[in-house]
């Protein structure tokens, strides 16, 4: 027990700019009769909550289908001036529950939760990433993403609320910025 308290006190400094919350991930509820082909293409961030290595702007996801089934995923952003991305590659991990995703942006690491909890494919998708740690807390993210630049601040109300109402905190949801993307990219 005291190695585990040890190993919890190191680690909550490498997730300082997360989220960190007491106790294992809530089980929020997914998106009902997902389609994955539906869901892809290009999706642009609206709002999120900290993560570490999101510090830019402009930031959007790309996600298209691999000839294996899985899935590519280029996330991009505007940092410092300069256009920076990355490819990952994505999975469904429970065939019966297409909505819950793995995503991995390294061959060495194993896939992170992506759940789609709320998606009209058309415009707007709520994604949610949560990994425990020992089970003493849990490190999570949300993302509200759009198929558009920006969202009505009434859509982005209703997405928290649906966020809220799965036991997801979002009092420190920021919004991205979205300014000025289109003559960088």
């Known amino acids: 027990m005291k190695s585990s308290i040890a190993l919890a006190v190191l680690l909550v400094p490498l997730v300082a700019a997360q989220v ?12 009902p009769g997902f389609n994955l082909r539906q869901f892809m293409g290009r999706w642009f961030e609206i709002a999120r909550l900290p993560a570490q290595f999101e510090k830019g702007r402009c930031i959007e996801t790309n996600f298209s289908m691999k000839s294996d089934s899985s899935i590519r995923v280029v996330s991009s952003e505007i940092y410092k001036g300069e256009i920076k991305k990355i490819e990952g590659t994505g999975v469904t991990e429970d ?8 995503i991995s942006y390294s061959y060495v690491l194993p896939y992170t ?26 490190v999570d993210f949300a993302w509200i993403m759009s198929r558009t630049r920006s969202l009505p601040e009434a859509t982005v109300q209703k997405a928290r609320e649906t966020f809220e109402n799965n036991n997801i905190d979002t009092t420190r949801m920021i919004m991205s910025k979205q300014q000025g993307c289109d003559k960088e990219l």
């Open 20 to 31: 960190p919350h007491w106790g294992p991930c809530p089980e929020p509820t997914v998106q």
């Open 95 to 102: 065939m019966k529950n297409p909505a819950k995703l793995g």
């Open 113 to 138: 939760p992506y759940w789609i909890l709320s998606t009209d494919y058309v415009n707007t998708a709520l994604i949610y990433s949560c990994t425990d740690v020992l089970r003493l807390f849990h």
